[in-house]
Protein backbone atom coordinates (compact mmCIF):
# COMPACT_ATOMS: atom_id res chain seq x y z
CA UNK A 1 0.00 0.00 0.00
CA UNK A 2 1.46 3.41 -1.08
CA UNK A 3 1.83 6.03 1.24
CA UNK A 4 0.52 9.60 0.03
CA UNK A 5 2.25 12.37 2.03
CA UNK A 6 -0.62 14.77 3.60
CA UNK A 7 0.19 18.12 3.77
CA UNK A 8 -0.50 19.96 7.52
CA UNK A 9 -3.02 22.04 6.64
CA UNK A 10 -3.53 25.46 8.89
CA UNK A 11 -7.26 26.33 8.26
CA UNK A 12 -7.09 29.68 9.46
CA UNK A 13 -4.81 30.47 6.73
CA UNK A 14 -6.95 28.50 4.20
CA UNK A 15 -9.87 30.72 5.30
CA UNK A 16 -7.69 33.67 4.71
CA UNK A 17 -6.64 33.24 0.94
CA UNK A 18 -9.69 31.70 0.25
CA UNK A 19 -11.23 34.93 1.27
CA UNK A 20 -8.89 36.98 -0.69
CA UNK A 21 -11.06 36.89 -4.10
CA UNK A 22 -13.96 38.57 -1.97
CA UNK A 23 -11.42 40.94 -0.40
CA UNK A 24 -10.37 42.38 -3.98
CA UNK A 25 -14.08 42.41 -5.27
CA UNK A 26 -14.85 44.62 -2.09
CA UNK A 27 -11.79 47.35 -3.33
CA UNK A 28 -13.18 47.36 -6.50
CA UNK A 29 -16.92 48.11 -5.75
CA UNK A 30 -14.99 50.63 -3.16
CA UNK A 31 -14.00 54.40 -3.48
CA UNK A 32 -10.58 53.07 -1.57
CA UNK A 33 -7.41 54.08 -3.24
CA UNK A 34 -5.00 51.66 -1.96
CA UNK A 35 -5.64 47.91 0.37
CA UNK A 36 -3.22 45.71 1.82
CA UNK A 37 -5.15 42.13 0.63
CA UNK A 38 -2.73 39.60 1.95
CA UNK A 39 -0.01 39.42 5.05
CA UNK A 40 2.47 36.20 4.83
CA UNK A 41 3.94 34.49 1.83
CA UNK A 42 1.56 34.10 -0.78
CA UNK A 43 2.82 31.46 -3.35
CA UNK A 44 4.57 29.45 -0.42
CA UNK A 45 1.27 29.54 1.75
CA UNK A 46 -1.29 28.72 -1.29
CA UNK A 47 1.47 25.95 -2.19
CA UNK A 48 1.14 24.37 1.41
CA UNK A 49 -1.97 24.57 2.20
CA UNK A 50 -3.87 23.89 -0.68
CA UNK A 51 -3.87 20.53 -3.17
CA UNK A 52 -1.87 21.51 -6.76
CA UNK A 53 -5.29 21.33 -8.69
CA UNK A 54 -6.96 23.93 -6.36
CA UNK A 55 -3.63 26.09 -6.09
CA UNK A 56 -3.55 26.19 -9.88
CA UNK A 57 -7.11 27.38 -9.43
CA UNK A 58 -6.14 30.26 -6.93
CA UNK A 59 -3.79 31.34 -8.82
CA UNK A 60 -5.67 31.66 -12.10
CA UNK A 61 -8.81 32.79 -10.18
CA UNK A 62 -6.00 36.17 -9.03
CA UNK A 63 -4.80 36.36 -12.97
CA UNK A 64 -7.98 37.63 -13.37
CA UNK A 65 -7.56 40.49 -11.25
CA UNK A 66 -3.94 41.00 -12.53
CA UNK A 67 -4.63 40.97 -16.11
CA UNK A 68 -7.44 43.72 -15.13
CA UNK A 69 -6.08 47.35 -17.14
CA UNK A 70 -6.87 49.61 -13.59
CA UNK A 71 -5.19 47.90 -10.66
CA UNK A 72 -1.86 47.58 -10.15
CA UNK A 73 -0.16 44.68 -7.61
CA UNK A 74 2.99 45.47 -5.18
CA UNK A 75 4.77 43.81 -2.83
CA UNK A 76 6.11 45.37 0.18
CA UNK A 77 8.68 42.63 2.51
CA UNK A 78 7.97 43.44 5.87
CA UNK A 79 10.68 43.66 8.78
CA UNK A 80 11.96 39.61 9.48
CA UNK A 81 10.44 38.29 12.83
CA UNK A 82 13.11 36.52 14.92
CA UNK A 83 12.17 33.70 16.86
CA UNK A 84 13.60 30.34 18.59
CA UNK A 85 16.78 30.24 20.99
CA UNK A 86 14.37 28.96 24.27
CA UNK A 87 10.70 27.76 24.96
CA UNK A 88 9.40 26.00 27.93
CA UNK A 89 10.64 22.71 25.66
CA UNK A 90 13.82 23.87 25.71
CA UNK A 91 17.24 25.09 23.28
CA UNK A 92 15.12 25.66 19.65
CA UNK A 93 17.50 26.78 16.87
CA UNK A 94 16.87 30.54 16.08
CA UNK A 95 14.93 30.55 13.10
CA UNK A 96 13.87 34.03 11.19
CA UNK A 97 10.54 34.53 9.77
CA UNK A 98 10.26 36.72 6.11
CA UNK A 99 6.57 38.28 4.97
CA UNK A 100 5.18 40.32 2.89
CA UNK A 101 1.94 42.78 2.65
CA UNK A 102 0.36 41.63 -1.01
CA UNK A 103 -0.59 45.47 -2.04
CA UNK A 104 -3.42 46.48 -4.31
CA UNK A 105 -3.42 50.50 -5.94
CA UNK A 106 -6.10 51.38 -8.48
CA UNK A 107 -4.42 53.40 -11.22
CA UNK A 108 -4.93 56.98 -11.34
Known sequence: ???????????????????????LDHFLSGNENKMTY????????VANNFTEKQSEKIFKNKTKYIDRGDLQFFQKKNKNIEIGTWSEYGENEPESISSYDYIVIRKA
Do not use: Q, R
Request: net charge positive; glycine share 6%; no cysteine.
Open 38 to 45: YTGNWSTD
Open 1 to 23: MATTKSKELDHYLKSVISGVPKK
